[in-house]
């Protein structure tokens, strides 16, 4: 029963590496839907939204406490979450089937390991079915591969057990019985190592290329921003930030990146519109090359994610560019009924904007490029909206439509217990002590302390660094990008060798100071002061 049980459990994990191998060859090749990102996708809209939650500040810890980058290894733990999810189901399926088997004495084992596949693969399959976005092939032609595999999972369970577990006759008689089953070890020996090649050729073949660089489609994201060879408009500032400060601008690829799903949602931009609907006088439907022929407006913008630790990575500035909201609602007409725009997303995402607010903010703006390219796939292609002062989770990406309504609806993460409003949270951040850069300067020696700082669309008037217990000190501020962007502040410390604490805070441009008091992301934006310990050598 114990070896029963064991065998189960390591086969069932085991075969569904080349199940997880061979579908994602599927997905790269057939175009098929991928199982086990659908599903957990899926399981992320299904489950209640705190547990959600919960799921992702967990595995931000966890990301953080082994110095990882949170921009760039985020999506892929998320990603390998939704993988392992399937070896832990194989385990308990392994074990729970074996186990049943070894009660039945070993009857129909093909039949059983079948009706399991069934029970895991057919669910499976109809979840990606129903969630997919990312599929090329038919629904038929995805289903029928996918229910392959999870039946060719399951007879090789069977065929497992039938070789390691169900045993063969035992001949009679004492010394043929030894032999019999020096035998039989051989032969599963035999079995095991056959079984072990098999297993990690397909897997690592099948990961191999279904992880091959995919060539884009012509002239969709792929194009360099002209981040490089902008020059800034505050070029001519004299603060230069201590070294070690993170760049004013960041490049597009170093932008983090949140969204619902574990894949972007690939839109074709030469067929997208946009549909502006409901209490509209004329409804439209505007392609990318209408809202190009709009007055095109450009803003620097420091988008930050509600889910960013004070000093966390979630946070970047780029140069936006697109055409006001209320420009285009102009043309569409809105009906005296008009109160909001419902924004929907193709990943299911949606949000809702007053009108008078859109009606009164030039700034609202339908962006069509970051950094004077068309916006990457995962930034929100081909369209996305900036709502200033708010934090991401209210400014959706990937827009699929606008709806004019006469009612406020909780966008996406709203119903799921987020701040209804999101406004930014005013923050400062150290990023450096720069002690491998001190320099003389009257008389004395100074270490340069750098960093951010950032009030949403509200500006910074004043930031303020404490070294130890020692007295609140002004740095100087860096004119900002703009308005919307954050703050470079800098402060050359008068030098002492030794462990010091260094703690900042800042005070926004409408004279309010940053909230001292510690408070988690959930469930509108940390607040605390961001200090850093550092050791100063003489
Ligand atoms: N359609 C859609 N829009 C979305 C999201 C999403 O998951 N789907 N995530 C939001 C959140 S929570 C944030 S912080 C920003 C992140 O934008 P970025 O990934 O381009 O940095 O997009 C917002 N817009
Ligand atoms: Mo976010």
Not at 68 to 91: C, F, H, N, T, Y
Not at 265 to 276: C, E, F, K, T, V
């Amino acid at each position: 029963m114990r070896r029963a049980f064991w065998t189960g459990l390591f086969s069932g994990a085991l075969l569904m590496a080349p199940l997880l191998a061979l579908q994602g060859l599927g997905a790269r090749f057939l175009g098929t839907s991928f199982v086990p990102f659908d599903c957990f996708d899926w399981l992320a809209r299904a489950l209640p939204g705190r547990l959600v939650i919960f799921g992702i500040e967990s595995l931000v810890q966890v990301l953080t406490a082994l110095g990882m980058d949170l921009r760039v290894s985020a999506k892929p733990a998320e990603q390998l979450m939704a993988l392992l999810i399937w070896p832990a189901l194989g385990m308990v399926a392994g074990a729970v089937l074996f186990i049943f088997l070894r009660r039945r004495n070993g009857t129909h084992p093909y039949r059983l390991g079948l009706a399991l596949a069934a029970l895991i693969g057919i669910p499976a399959t109809w979840v990606s079915l129903a969630v997919d976005r990312t599929a090329t092939a038919g629904p038929v032609i995805s289903g029928l591969w996918n229910l392959a595999l999870f039946a060719a999972w399951g007879s090789l369970l069977a065929l497992v057990y039938r070789r390691l577990v169900g045993g063969q006759p035992v001949p009679i008689g004492a010394e043929a019985q030894v032999a019999g089953y020096a035998l039989e070890v051989l032969d599963r020996r035999r079995f095991l190592l056959r079984l072990g090649g098999a297993v990690a050729v397909v897997t690592v073949g099948g990961a191999v290329l279904s992880l091959a660089p995919r060539r884009l489609a012509a002239g969709s994201f792929a194009t360099p921003g002209a981040g490089s060879s902008l020059r800034l408009p505050n070029a001519a500032d004299p603060l230069k930030p201590a070294p070690g400060t993170r760049p004013e601008y960041t490049p597009v690829s170093q932008h983090y990146r949140i969204d619902i799903d574990t894949r972007p949602p690939r839109l074709d931009g030469q067929s997208w519109r946009l549909p502006i609907t409901g209490l509209v006088e004329h409804p439209l439907s505007l392609s990318l090359e209408d809202l190009r022929h709009y007055p095109a407006r450009q803003l620097f913008i420091t988008l930050a994610c509600i889910s960013n630790p004070v000093g966390g990575p979630l946070i970047g500035t780029t140069r936006w560019t697109g055409v006001p909201l209320r420009r285009v609602l102009a043309d569409a007409g809105l009906q005296p009924s008009a109160r909001y725009a419902r924004i929907t997303s193709a990943d299911g995402f949606h949000e809702v904007i007053a009108v008078d607010r859109v009606q009164s903010d030039e700034r609202i703006m339908l962006t069509y490029a970051w950094d004077g390219a068309p916006l990457p796939a995962g930034h929100g292609y081909p369209l996305r909206v900036y709502i200033p002062d708010g934090y991401g989770m209210k400014q959706p990406k990937w827009i699929t439509g606008i709806e004019i309504i006469d009612q406020d609806i909780p966008g996406y993460w709203v119903e799921r217990g987020w701040d209804a409003l999101a406004v930014m949270q005013t923050t400062s951040v150290i990023d450096t002590v720069a002690a491998d850069h001190a320099f003389e300067r009257g008389g004395g020696r100074l270490v340069p302390i750098g960093g951010i700082a950032h009030a949403g669309d509200r500006g910074i008037s004043r930031v303020e660094v404490r070294v130890d217990q020692g007295p609140w000190v002004a740095a100087g501020l860096r004119s900002p990008l703009s308005p919307l962007t954050w703050v470079i502040w800098r402060y050359d410390w008068p030098f002492q060798a030794g462990e010091h604490n260094f703690t900042v805070r800042c005070v926004d441009g409408r004279g309010v100071a940053q909230i001292v008091t510690e408070a988690p992301s959930y469930p509108s934006g940390a607040t605390g002061l961001h200090e850093l310990k550092k050791r100063i050598s003489g």
